[in-house]
Nanobody
């Protein structure tokens, strides 16, 4: 079993930055693909970013390309999401996910474990 705990969310003004962290415990995730999703009120959960187990390949949703960066530290069993140039439309609950696969997927079904989420609110 894997437990994922997100942190780093909060309220920021548009144009500012936040860094989310996802700490894992339980079974090691060092060989798992990791991803970040987000869900705004009344909307479907949306893929934000994914990274392979080595941390060498990263993928991004179109809406965050060029602004967000995913990274992982397998020694610390932690995944990060650096979010720059935040926009009001980035407001959502952000979820960390782990998947028993080599290449990170872009849909919910590609992931086996989920965190509880952390709220990010961007004011205009």
């Amino acid at each position: 079993q894997v437990q994922l705990v997100e942190s780093g969310g909060g309220l920021v003004q548009a144009g500012f930055s936040l860094r989310l962290s996802c700490a894992a415990s339980g079974r090691t995730i060092s060989t798992y693909a990791m991803g970040w999703f987000r869900q705004a009120p009344g909307k479907e959960r949306e893929f934000v970013s994914g990274i392979n187990w080595r941390g060498t390949d990263a993928y991004y949703g179109d809406s965050v390309k060029g602004r967000f960066t995913i990274s992982r530290d397998n020694a610390k069993i932690t995944v990060y999401l650096q979010m720059n140039s935040l926009k009001p439309e980035d407001t959502a609950v952000y979820y960390c996910a782990a998947g028993r696969r080599i290449v990170p997927g872009t849909v919910r079904g590609d992931y086996d474990y989920w965190g509880q989420g952390t709220q990010v609110t961007v004011s205009s």
